[in-house]
């Protein structure tokens, strides 16, 4: 650096110290409302900007600010300048904050009025960042202005319309084999013998378990003969079911040797069963006592009942048949609508092209009015320029004098405050010293305690440590004594819980032989019975709904061909 920009430097940077809080209300501003994607970091690059806009911009001139302002970021510039010299905001808000740290008449005649007065020139400088922004070339503004002249060009001549070349006509191609949309005969063969084997499969079943039941309700003494059965029966079965039939042998001869398979339960499970059992026992002994009383039997309403049943069971599928349809229906119909609404978007689509080419005519028309008068608002700047140089120079020297003594009063009050921190520094270091003066002196550590006597409090609960290491000692010894009465207790209650546990084991024994009798009968007479179902018939809303669907398809296809 020269000297001359070294004290430019310096004289800047003691201005933005001097009018820190006048400066800090524009960049906050800045930041709250248009920069708020903005680094923080460039918080000073915007303070240096607002402090030469508002206080050297006549020191400086134009060309010297223009120049430090292309020299950095263009779209941060355009977007600071374009916030701090808008006329509304220095009018209103930007003057109010202000007045409240300096005289408002003071405010306004020194910084807001030569802020408007820069501020068409400076908007000429921000339409150039904007015309880079936008890779556009910007003219230079000199004092005289060219008159253009046109040029004595030649007319091009017009070009001819090339002809265009034939269209190449496709080879045809050959039809798709009708062999594509039918199904191979290979893989009806195959479906033949997969049902066939399904077939056999089943009939071998049927007849292993025939023999396996009648195998297991037979004397010990027949049941050799009936193992030699299922030997042949299961070589003649198909392979596929070979293994499972001799996994079924295996279980046969260990239900040869053991007979009774036991069956570990714990004693939550045998006191659920037996309390299951014990339900069951006195439900059928309350209905014996009933039917004895002369109460009827319940098997016609149970029949009633189920035949109920079915009917609401049918009525429920009918109705969820009718909300398929119906949501298939509503599907149809929307399909319908935004086929509708698609042809009435493309003719709002047609009339908003013809209103924007309008608009953009008139916009043409409106930015070419501008332009006009914009040139002669730079003709007539220019000729102001003239006139304000020697008031410029005055400026400049009473502003120098002015920082050249506001410079000397900070340093004055830097060097007070230098001097009042070291005294404050003093003061705190004589402090501690005499804080650990004190701390560094002996004290007693040692005291001489004496077991057998009381804390001394007043307290009428009040006992010696001797004491009451006495009066523990009783605790402990009462304790293990209700211990040993407990063990006792719980021993005897364990005796008595196994006890009722294999009492219960014989009475679910007893109960599981009856019931299994019971349910050897009740299926006998299952398999005696013939179960005939109906054909559920279809419900008129179905066949109703199921039009409608047909019609709304058949509508929606042709509006889709229309489209």
């Not at 890779?135 to 002809?163: D, G, H, M, Y």
């Not at 304000?388 to 004098?401: D, E, F, G, M």
């Not at 006597?453 to 009451?468: Q, W």
Request: charged content about 30%.
């Amino acid at each position: 650096f020269n000297v001359t920009e070294e004290k430019f430097v310096l004289d800047t940077l003691a201005g933005c110290i001097e009018y820190k809080s006048l400066l800090d209300v524009v960049v906050d501003a800045f930041f709250v409302r248009d920069g708020r994607y903005c680094l923080i970091s460039e918080r000073n690059l915007y303070i240096v900007i607002c402090y030469l806009a508002t206080f050297q911009l006549e020191e400086l001139g134009l060309q010297h600010f223009s120049r430090i302002v292309k020299s950095l970021d263009t779209a941060k510039m355009q977007k600071f300048l374009r916030f701090f010299f808008n006329a509304l905001y220095l009018n209103t808000w930007i003057k109010d904050e202000w007045s409240q740290f300096y005289d408002s008449l003071y405010v306004k005649e020194n910084w807001i009025d030569p802020l408007l007065r820069w501020q068409p020139k400076v908007q000429q400088l921000i339409e150039q960042l904007t015309d880079i922004l936008s890779n556009r070339t910007t003219t230079v503004k000199s004092s005289t202005v060219t008159q253009p002249k046109e040029f004595n060009l030649t007319v091009p001549k017009p070009r001819a319309i090339p002809i265009p070349l034939p269209i190449p006509l496709l080879e045809k191609r050959p039809p798709v084999p009708p062999s594509t949309y039918k199904p191979p005969k290979e893989k009806k063969q195959l479906e033949e013998i997969k049902t066939k084997n399904r077939r056999k499969a089943e009939v071998s079943q049927q007849l292993f378990l025939i023999a396996v039941t009648k195998y297991l309700f037979i004397p010990f003494t027949g049941r050799m003969r009936q193992y030699k059965c299922i030997i042949t029966l299961s070589q003649s079965a198909s392979c596929s079911y070979q293994a499972l039939l001799f996994t079924y042998l295996l279980v046969l001869v260990s239900y040869l040797c053991t007979d009774n398979i036991p069956i570990k339960l714990n004693a939550a499970a045998i006191l659920r069963e037996g309390a299951l059992y014990q339900r069951k026992m006195e439900q059928e002994l309350k209905r014996i006592e009933n039917l004895l009383r002369g109460a009827g039997d319940p098997s016609e309403f149970l029949e009633w009942q189920k035949q109920m049943r079915g009917k609401d069971l049918e009525e429920q599928l009918a109705e969820i048949e009718c909300r398929r349809l119906q949501g298939k229906l509503s599907h149809e119909e929307a399909v319908l609508a935004h086929q509708n609404v698609i042809q009435e978007n493309k003719k709002k689509a047609d009339l908003m092209r013809e209103e924007k080419a309008e608009l953009m005519h008139r916009y043409a028309e409106k930015r070419l009015q501008e332009q006009k008068e914009m040139r002669d608002l730079v003709e007539q700047v220019v000729e102001g320029h003239k006139n304000a140089k020697q008031a410029k120079i005055k400026l400049q020297k009473y502003k120098q004098r002015i920082v050249q003594e506001v410079c000397e009063e900070n340093r004055e009050l830097l060097r007070q405050a230098l001097e009042e921190e070291e005294e404050k520094l003093r003061k705190r270091y004589e402090l501690i010293q005499q804080i650990r003066a004190i701390e560094s002196l002996p004290s007693v550590r040692h005291k001489f305690v004496d077991l057998t006597e009381t804390g001394g409090h007043g307290l009428i609960c009040e006992m010696s440590i001797v004491e009451l290491r006495e009066r523990l000692a009783l605790l402990r010894e009462a304790q293990k004594a209700a211990e040993e009465e407990k063990r006792d207790q719980i021993i005897h209650e364990k005796q008595a819980k196994e006890q009722l546990l294999l009492d219960k084991l014989d009475q679910i024994s007893l109960f599981r032989a009856q019931l299994g009798r019971a349910a050897a009968l009740k299926q006998e007479e299952k398999k005696g019975k013939s179960q005939s179902g109906e054909r559920p018939m279809k419900d008129e809303r179905i066949l109703n709904l199921q039009k409608k669907i047909v019609e709304k398809t058949m509508e929606r296809k042709k509006q889709a061909g229309l489209l």
